[in-house]
């Protein structure tokens, strides 16, 4: 049976997926939301400790690459690290791949975007480094810096 207001009203209460308040923010201000992207405040102060500087630059990312992953010890830290290092990873390549850029899915979550079209997972390639060690994270920029 076809009622259309049911369809309005079910499209006003259905819920949104978790990353659409992002995605929206970063159309209107994706400047603004790069910048949130790139703080990793929980990454930047856990390998500061370890003298490691994130300076945003490819070299930062084989000093990520080469510390002891203490993370590893603690399960409720290792996601945020994870994620963090993913995002780090994407900083790092926007700011270095030339025509890189964010881009935010909704429901999908940030993604990296190729100059190619290539989009990168780059919050997936952090969580995978963090867990295992692999891939490393400088490799991961130096494909995409390929393209």
Not at 19 to 28: E, K, S, V
Not at 86 to 98: E, F, H, K, Q, S
Request: glycine fraction near 8%; aromatic fraction near 8%; charge should be negative.
């Amino acid at each position: 049976m076809n009622i259309p207001f049911l369809d309005n009203w079910r499209k006003r209460h259905e819920p949104e997926p978790a990353d659409a308040p992002l995605a929206a923010a970063f159309d209107r201000d994706p400047e603004g939301v790069a910048e949130l992207l790139s703080e990793c405040e929980l990454l930047r102060t856990r390998v500061g400790a370890a003298g490691v500087v994130l300076d945003d630059t490819p070299r930062s990312l084989q000093e990520l690459d080469q510390l002891p992953p203490r993370w590893r010890n603690d399960a409720e830290e290792l996601p945020w690290i994870g994620n963090d290092a993913g995002l780090y990873l994407g900083t790092v390549i926007v700011r270095n791949v030339p025509d890189a850029r964010w881009q935010v899915w909704p429901g999908g979550g940030p993604v990296v975007r190729l100059a190619s079209g290539r989009e990168i997972q780059v919050v997936e390639a952090g969580l995978d480094w963090a867990m295992t060690g692999s891939p490393e994270l400088y490799h991961v920029y130096a494909e995409a810096a390929e393209y």
